[in-house]
């Protein structure tokens, strides 16, 4: 990620992020590097459906038809991150880590979409493991993967 946000620096964009099932590590892999504060403009770490609905503005209903784990549910994080901050990037993901599942939910996996200036990339992972940190880190890593592609 060292090298993301230094590419990110020199190309002048910023970056925001909407965590559900990481939890706040994309956002810590992001500022743990110095001068990121020239990149991150911040993010909502939306682990409940109460945040998803009270700060991301997302339908309840939505989340109780889809799941919070869902693509409907990722693409309206999407939109609540983008009304809440302006940025040229944004991040959001959802998912099960494990070992539990989410209500309406039965598969260890997570979402990911990366939303470059109204492009949009997403990934689907399948986790293999039930090992909850080990999942969350690979999530993370896809989101860098993603931006090694797309800037």
Do not use: Q, W
């Amino acid at each position: 990620m060292k090298a993301i946000v230094k590419h990110l620096i020199d190309k002048d964009l910023k970056i925001a992020v909407a965590e559900s099932m990481t939890g706040g590590n994309i956002s810590a892999s992001i500022t743990k590097h110095a001068n990121a504060s020239k990149v991150f403009k911040g993010a909502i770490i939306a682990y409940t459906k109460e945040v998803k609905v009270s700060v991301l503005k997302i339908d309840e209903n939505l989340i109780d038809k889809h799941s919070s784990v869902s693509l409907e549910v990722l693409e309206a994080m999407n939109n609540g991150l983008k009304e809440l901050i302006d940025a040229n990037i944004y991040i959001s993901t959802t998912g099960n880590a494990g070992p539990s599942f989410e209500l309406n939910s039965n598969e260890l996996m997570c979402y990911i979409l990366v939303d470059y200036e109204g492009s949009k990339h997403y990934r689907v992972v399948k986790f293999e493991s039930s090992k909850r940190f080990k999942n969350i880190k690979r999530a993370t890593n896809e989101v860098v993967s993603i931006l090694r592609e797309i800037i």
